[in-house]
Structure formats: structure tokens, C-alpha cells
């Protein structure tokens, strides 16, 4: 199985009333809960933007320099992703499909060049 990585930014995402939002949570419910009935779900989360940003890292002679908020070179900010597990590229582009249906708004798949690290003591991952 190979690990994939299904993505939107925020920028992509037009404003929602807090009441879009709910209906946009329920309506990708299913498609999260067949994900993880089918065992292909490792991680998701969501509803990340600017103001989740709490603070940026950067190397500055050597020392790690702390910022707060984000990154002030950045354009774009991830606004949620799923973390999938599945055979090949078709099944990934299936679920990134699945989710832009639910949800109405692009994603972008990337395909990690390996396998992860993840913690040993989580059920179903060790």
C-alpha cells in the first residue's frame, strides 16, 4: 500500500456562513466514516487557516528563530487534508473525487515517496 496525502488550501475555499460549514462537515461525514470502514483512513483533519497559524520556525545562523503567526512568505494555508493508504494512484484519485463531491472545493493529491513514522500505540497502526 502506498501513502498519500489529499489536500485543500484555504485560499481555494470561498467564505461560508458558520451554517454552510456545518453542512459542509456532514455532508463529507460519510465519506470520512467509508474511509475508515474500508481501513484506508490513517489521519484527517480540517478547518485550518490564517488565524490557526500560531507561530513559525525558521533556521537563522544555526539557531531555530520563532515567529508569531505565520510565516510571512506564505501565499497559501493548508486548510485540511486526509492521510490516506490505499493500493495506487486510481484509489487515491477515487477518494480525492469522493471528497470534492461532498465538499465543492478543489483538493490536490500527493503521493509520499516512502512509508511514514507513526506511533506505534495507536490501534490499528503498530
Known amino acids: 500500500m502506498t501513502e ?4 485543500f488550501n484555504d485560499e481555494w475555499v470561498p467564505e461560508h456562513t458558520a451554517e454552510q460549514l456545518q453542512a459542509k462537515a456532514a455532508a463529507v461525514r460519510p465519506v470520512v466514516d467509508e474511509m475508515l470502514a474500508q481501513g ?3 489521519f484527517s483533519n480540517g478547518a485550518l ?3 490557526t497559524a500560531l507561530f513559525s520556525a525558521e533556521l537563522v545562523d544555526g539557531e531555530a ?3 508569531d503567526g505565520p510565516y510571512a512568505e506564505t501565499k497559501e494555508h493548508l486548510g ?3 492521510v490516506v493508504d490505499v493500493p495506487d ?3 487515491a484519485r477515487y477518494w480525492a473525487g469522493r471528497l470534492v463531491e461532498a465538499l465543492d472545493w478543489p ?3 500527493h503521493r509520499f515517496r516512502g512509508p511514514g513514522r507513526a506511533r506505534t500505540d495507536v490501534p490499528g497502526r503498530g
Open 4 to 7: 498519500y496525502l489529499i489536500t
Open 40 to 42: 484506508v483512513l490513517i
Open 49 to 51: 487557516d490564517r488565524s
Open 65 to 67: 528563530v520563532f515567529t
Open 80 to 82: 485540511g487534508f486526509a
Open 89 to 91: 494512484d486510481e484509489t
Open 107 to 109: 483538493q490536490e493529491v
